[in-house]
């Protein structure tokens, strides 16, 4: 039962376009969301995070949206680099209850 | 800040063989966790804890122990390693009062044969 989805196991994308990975949910009670990026042989680290009291977050290039009624969570970045190329993740908690759920993540390849 | 670390980085084991993982952090978070990786798998949660002195299961805890020793160190153990528990073993930790933001080790990658 994955309560997390990250249905795209790759894209690809050309240096200086937008990125968008998607993350679809099925827990309502999911009410914080998260995306981490991984590199080759090093662990997960925070990028961006949004609650559910708000549909959109922004940090630099990085842009998170969330639609409660689709449960449906996108990243975006723009303008994307080749430093940008990972693995993304995203995860969702019931804020307080200590534990993430994780999808399985999105290998994103920025092409120079 | 060193942040989370985890020894050792790498491990092989044969069938049967036991190992403990390490983990410290020392950003005095509450909370630790140690995940696995498999392809295709994402991040699955074997054990947490939320305080010092208390564990609980998650989502993979079958052929796992864990010990919070104090508030800076997590330890997982495979008493009999099987091949099923080659992964890439992450630990984690947080500060549950401010967020669910968890901070992430470099990970150990275990081969069992």
């Known amino acids: 039962d994955q309560q997390v989805k990250q249905n795209s196991p790759s894209l690809s994308v050309q240096e200086g376009r937008i990125s968008i990975l998607n993350c679809d949910y099925t827990?309502?009670?999911?009410?914080?969301f998260l995306w981490y990026k991984k590199y080759p042989a090093e662990g997960p680290t925070f990028l961006i995070s949004i609650s559910s009291i708000k549909d959109k977050n922004e940090d630099g290039r990085f842009t998170v949206f969330l639609n409660k009624s689709a449960k449906h969570l996108s990243l975006h970045i723009v303008p994307s680099q080749p430093g940008d190329s990972a693995v993304y993740f995203c995860a969702a908690s019931n804020f307080g209850n200590e534990k993430l759920t994780f999808g399985t993540g999105t290998r994103l390849t920025i092409i120079p | 800040n060193a942040g989370v670390t985890q020894t050792p980085k790498f491990q092989v084991l044969k069938t049967g063989q036991s190992m403990t993982l390490q983990c410290a952090q020392d950003m005095n978070h509450n909370s630790m966790y140690w995940y696995r990786q498999d392809p295709g798998m994402g991040l699955r949660l074997i054990y947490y804890s939320a305080s010092e002195g208390t564990t609980d299961k998650g989502e993979v805890p079958n052929g796992y122990n864990v010990s919070r020793l104090n508030k800076r160190e997590f330890s997982l153990r495979l008493e009999s390693a099987a091949p099923s528990q080659t992964s890439v073993y992450f630990c984690a930790s947080s500060e549950q009062r401010e967020s669910d933001t968890q901070y992430f080790g470099p990970g150990t990658r275990l081969t069992v044969l």
């Open positions: 827990n309502s009670m999911f009410d914080y």
